[in-house]
């Protein structure tokens, strides 16, 4: 009889990979985000990526950054771990405790979307804007309101 396989991914690695191959459906040339909900029990609640509203032609829209806001993709993109909250058609009593595998440092709005939603844990890959002012703000949020938050790193496969 054979053994069962034993080097199996773990569930951090697994459900970030989720993450990151929600990332790649986002049209972003410059940054590319992808979020991953899940719960305790290890059950996936919802994915998303950053892009534009459903509703909205993406192909009418700046993916360019401007000083002038209506010029500024920022001011048209939902963001991953938005997305991923709204995408979820469950009860949002579901998501208390969860966690989100996100594959860059939630922002500050993003934070207090997730804090309102009760997730109990971040865990993301990238924090290429650690130390500015958004994200000190994220950090001084998640921190505040108890949520736990780690980094973690994919090994090449
Ligand atoms: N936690 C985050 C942070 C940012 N995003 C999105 C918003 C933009 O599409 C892009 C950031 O663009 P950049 O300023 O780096 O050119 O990433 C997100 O979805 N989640
Ligand atoms: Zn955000």
């Given at each position: 009889m054979s053994k069962k396989r034993s080097d199996v991914i773990?569930?951090?690695?697994?459900?970030?990979?989720v993450a990151l191959a929600a990332s790649m459906r986002?049209?972003?040339?410059?940054?590319?985000?992808?979020?991953?909900?899940?719960?305790?029990?290890?059950?996936?609640?919802?994915?998303?990526?950053?892009?534009?509203?459903?509703?909205?032609?993406?192909?009418?829209?700046?993916?360019?950054?401007?000083?002038?806001?209506?010029?500024d993709k920022h001011s048209y993109v939902v963001h991953a771990e938005a997305n991923a909250v709204l995408n979820y058609?469950?009860?949002l009593k579901d998501m208390s405790g969860a966690t989100v595998y996100v594959t860059l440092f939630p922002c500050n709005e993003c934070a207090k979307i997730l804090a309102q939603v009760g997730i109990g844990e971040v865990v993301y890959l990238s924090d290429k804007y650690d130390g500015t002012e958004g994200n000190l703000i994220s950090k001084r949020i998640l921190t505040s309101c108890g949520i736990r938050?780690?980094?973690?790193?994919?090994?090449e496969r």
């Open positions: 773990s569930w951090d690695e697994f459900f970030m990979r986002s049209k972003d040339p410059n940054t590319q985000v992808g979020a991953c909900i899940a719960d305790t029990n290890h059950r996936i609640l919802s994915v998303g990526y950053n892009g534009t509203p459903s509703a909205l032609n993406d192909d009418d829209f700046p993916w360019g950054v401007s000083d002038d806001p209506l010029a058609r469950g009860s938050f780690r980094g973690m790193e994919l090994a």
